[in-house]
């Protein structure tokens, strides 16, 4: 069993719900990285996805665009990414860890290659915004033989077909884009979520994690009622963004557990 699946199993024995931070390998800097990523599993964290940095995002709001620049711009690229996954994993063998970015990084190196190195590193499942579950065969099955899972995002305008194909090919759980539009969003509709959760479920036998337009300890703990994860990715960048190096991990970290403590209260 993998580290992901075994991680919703035992919320589930629990009565939770996963929280999955998302943050930018590299923003501020890859040591701050690793920091952060350690004080937001002690705030209360499940699973953490961190942001591969990329030039050309399509998903990506300003927030989230401007993290992948300030990583960039210090050179962090795939390679390092998975360097900062090693150092988390030297004290922490228990959190798993989903890579979260774009194709070209993982072309450039290679599938069989990337697969190795980041099973080596301590990932533990990929999620390739770009790669429909049609054009990802040869990398999920690069990956499935690596043991690490496959993550696929589903949107409000996904089609029931399109949803058996993923249920075909995922594993770990998938990720619903709960709103049209970018990362960053503050115009979610919790009844629009309410409506597809139940029609994903009749088609997908995995765990749902929900994620964009979650802001906020309220709205968590209504969109955690609806599914099985609470993604949190542009509100927890925002804090990383406008603190002071020395103040990053207490403010990410206080986010964190400020919405765990909402999901609790579910």
Sequence with gaps: MSRISATFQK????????????????????QLTSMIMHGLVEAGADIIELGVPFSDPMADGPTIQRSSERAL???????????????????????PIVLMGYANPIEAMGYSEFAHQAQVAGVDGVLVVDYP???????????????????????????????????????GYVYYVSLKGVTGAKNLDLSEVAEKIP???????????VGFGIRDG??????????DAVVIGSRLVEEIEQAAPQDVVARASALIREIRQALDRA
Excluded: C, Y
């Design 11 to 30: 919320l589930r024995s629990d009565n939770k719900k996963a929280l999955i931070p998302f943050v930018t390998a590299g923003d501020p800097n890859g």
């Design 73 to 95: 711009e210090q050179g962090v690229g795939l390679r390092d990414v998975l360097q900062i996954v090693s150092r988390f994993r030297q004290t922490d063998q228990t959190t």
């Design 133 to 171: 579950p049609e054009e990802s065969r040869e990398l999920t099955s690069r990956l499935k033989a690596s043991g690490l899972d496959s993550i696929f995002l589903l949107a409000p305008t996904t089609l029931e077909a399109r949803m058996d194909e993923v249920a075909r090919t995922a594993s």
């Design 199 to 209: 029609q994903i479920r009749a088609h997908v036998d995995l765990p749902i994690g």
């Design 218 to 227: 309220k709205t968590a703990r209504a969109v955690a009622e609806l599914s």
